[in-house]
C-alpha cells in the first residue's frame, strides 16, 4: 500500500479537527434556534404556566422600579449596552480596526454579523406582532407590537459576543475566564433591565438570548466553512475560535512606549496646565470684574440679546444638533473611538494616552478655571437645562470641541504621509467656532466665555501633541507587519 504524500498529508491536517468543530458549531445552531421556536409556539398558544410568570414578573418589578428615579436611570445606563447605537459604534469600530491592523476576513465576519443583527430583529419582531407588558406605572415609552423578541437582550448576546471571540486569543490564558464572565454578565445584565424597565416579558428575554445564540453561532460556523474552503493568506487567521496567539489581532504590539519622554512630559504638561488655569482665571476675573461695565461687558451682553431675537423651533433644533458635536456622549465615544483607532493605526499605546491626556486635562482644566472664576451665566430666557449657574467662563462645549477635533487633526498630521493631510486642521477651525456660536443662540454663555474656551482647548491640545506625539510625518503607522504568502 502507497504511504500517503507529505503533501497530501498537510492539505488533510487538522481535518478531524475542522469537522468536530462544524459539528459542534451546527449543535449550537440548533442549541439557540430550538428553544426559540419552542418559546414562539408557547407564547402564540397562551401557555398558562409561561403567561403566569411573565405577568407577575413584569408587574413586580415595575413596582420595585417605578418610585425610585435613581434605579431608573441606572437602569436605562445599563441596557444601552444593548442598544442599537451601542452595538453599531462598537461592531464598527471593531470592523475598522480589523482592517487597519489586516485581519480583513476577521472583519468581514463583524461585519456580516452585524449586518444581519441589523435585519434579524426588526423582522422578526414584525412577524411575531406581540404587544408590550401592560404595567401600572411605565418608565420607558417603546413601540407597542414589539415585544417578542426582546431586541436589547439578542443585540447584547451578539454584540459582547463577537467581540469575544475576536479578543479572546489575544488575551492571556488566566485573563481568559474573567472576559469571559464580563460578557456573561453584561449580556445577562441587559436582559435584566428589560423586564425591570416593563418593556418585556421574561418569554421575550429568553427569545432574544436564543434567537442572538443561534445568529451568532451560524455566523461563526460560516466564517469556519468559509475560511477553510477559500485557503486565507498565511498572515490572517483561518478561524476566530481557533487563533493561535502569534495571530491573534493583538491591540498594540509595536515597542513605541506610551509616553516620549517620561516623567519630563508629565512634568512640562503640568506647567503648561498650571500657566493656563492661571491666565484664563486672571482674564475671566478681569472681564467680570474690572471690565464688567466697560464697553467689553456691555458687547457680551448685547451680543447675547441680538441672538435671542433669531430664535424659532427650526433654528433651535439646528442649534441642538451643532451643540451636540461637543456634548458629553460625543466626547466619550469620539474619544474613545480616536484612541482605539489610533492604537491600530500606530501599533502604541501612544495615541490612547495623548487623546485621554487631552480630554481628560480639558475637562480639569475647564472645571479648575470655571471654580476660580465663578462667573453667572447670561440673564435672558437660555435654551439649557441643568446647568451650573455660576460656570459661565469658560465655555466646556467651546473647549471640548477644540480639543476633541483638535486631537484627530494632531493624529492624522503626525501618523499620516499624504501631503494633503494637512487639510485636516480646518476640522477644529470649523467645528469648534460652529460649537461656539450655537452656546450663544442658547444663552449658555457669552462671547468672552466662548472665546476663552477656545483658546484653553486650542493651546491645551497643542502642548499634549508637541509633547506627547513624535513631529509631524514621522509617527508610525499601522505597525502590521504582513508576513509572506508561502509559495505554493
Not at 475542522?18 to 449550537?28: D, K, W
Request: aromatic letters at 6%; charged letters at 15%.
Amino acid at each position: 500500500m502507497t504511504a500517503p504524500s507529505p503533501t497530501r498529508h498537510a492539505e488533510t491536517a487538522g481535518l478531524g479537527r475542522f469537522e468536530r468543530r462544524s459539528a459542534l458549531a451546527g449543535l449550537a445552531v440548533l442549541v439557540g434556534a430550538v428553544p426559540f421556536l419552542l418559546l414562539w409556539l408557547l407564547v402564540q398558544r397562551s401557555w398558562s404556566p409561561l403567561a403566569g410568570l411573565d405577568g407577575d414578573v413584569a408587574a413586580g418589578l415595575n413596582d420595585v422600579v417605578s418610585d425610585s428615579p435613581v434605579l431608573v436611570t441606572a437602569l436605562q445606563v445599563v441596557t444601552d449596552l444593548g442598544g442599537t447605537g451601542t452595538a453599531v459604534f462598537v461592531l464598527v469600530l471593531l470592523t475598522v480596526v480589523l482592517v487597519v491592523r489586516d485581519h480583513r476576513r476577521l472583519a468581514a465576519f463583524v461585519a456580516t454579523t452585524g449586518l444581519g443583527l441589523a435585519v434579524l430583529g426588526p423582522v422578526t419582531k414584525a412577524v411575531v406582532d406581540r404587544a408590550r407588558p401592560v404595567v401600572e406605572s411605565p418608565v420607558v415609552a417603546t413601540p407597542s407590537n414589539a415585544s417578542f423578541p426582546s431586541g436589547h437582550s439578542m443585540t447584547a448576546l451578539v454584540t459582547w459576543g463577537v467581540v469575544l471571540l475576536v479578543a479572546l486569543p489575544a488575551v492571556h490564558r488566566r485573563a481568559r475566564r474573567w472576559l469571559i464572565a464580563a460578557t456573561v454578565v453584561v449580556v445577562v445584565a441587559v436582559g435584566f433591565t428589560r423586564l425591570a424597565l416593563g418593556v418585556h416579558f421574561v418569554s421575550d428575554v429568553l427569545a432574544g438570548w436564543a434567537l442572538g445564540a443561534g445568529w451568532l453561532a451560524a455566523t461563526t460556523a460560516s466564517f469556519r466553512a468559509w475560511e477553510h474552503e477559500h485557503h486565507p493568506p498565511a498572515h490572517e487567521p483561518l478561524d476566530p475560535l481557533d487563533v493561535r496567539p502569534d495571530e491573534a489581532p493583538h491591540a498594540a504590539p509595536g515597542p513605541v512606549p506610551p509616553l516620549p519622554r517620561g516623567r519630563q512630559a508629565g512634568l512640562r504638561l503640568l506647567a503648561v496646565a498650571a500657566a493656563l488655569v492661571a491666565t484664563l482665571a486672571g482674564l475671566g476675573l478681569l472681564v467680570t470684574g474690572l471690565l464688567g461695565d466697560s464697553w467689553v461687558g456691555r458687547l457680551d451682553r448685547a451680543v447675547v440679546e441680538w441672538f435671542v431675537q433669531f430664535r424659532s423651533p427650526t433654528a433651535t433644533a439646528v442649534v441642538d444638533t451643532l451643540g451636540a458635536l461637543a456634548g458629553t456622549r460625543t466626547v466619550v465615544l469620539g474619544g474613545l473611538a480616536l484612541g482605539v483607532l489610533g492604537v491600530a493605526v500606530a501599533a502604541s499605546w501612544r495615541p490612547l494616552v495623548f487623546v485621554a491626556v487631552v480630554l481628560g486635562g480639558e475637562v480639569l482644566l475647564y472645571w479648575a478655571t470655571a471654580q476660580l472664576v465663578g462667573r453667572l451665566r447670561p440673564t435672558v430666557a437660555d435654551l439649557t437645562q441643568g446647568l451650573p449657574t455660576g460656570a459661565s467662563w469658560p465655555s466646556g462645549h467651546a473647549a471640548a470641541a477644540m480639543a476633541l477635533y483638535g486631537a484627530a487633526a494632531a493624529l492624522v498630521v503626525v501618523h499620516g504621509r499624504s501631503p494633503r493631510r494637512w487639510w485636516v486642521l480646518t476640522l477644529p477651525l470649523l467645528v469648534a467656532p460652529v460649537v461656539a456660536v450655537s452656546r450663544l443662540y442658547v444663552a449658555a454663555h457669552y462671547p468672552t466665555d466662548v472665546l476663552a474656551g477656545l483658546v484653553l482647548g486650542g493651546v491645551w491640545v497643542y502642548a499634549c501633541t508637541r509633547l506627547l506625539l513624535a513631529a509631524p510625518g514621522r509617527g508610525s503607522r499601522a505597525g502590521v507587519r504582513r508576513r509572506a504568502v508561502a509559495a505554493p
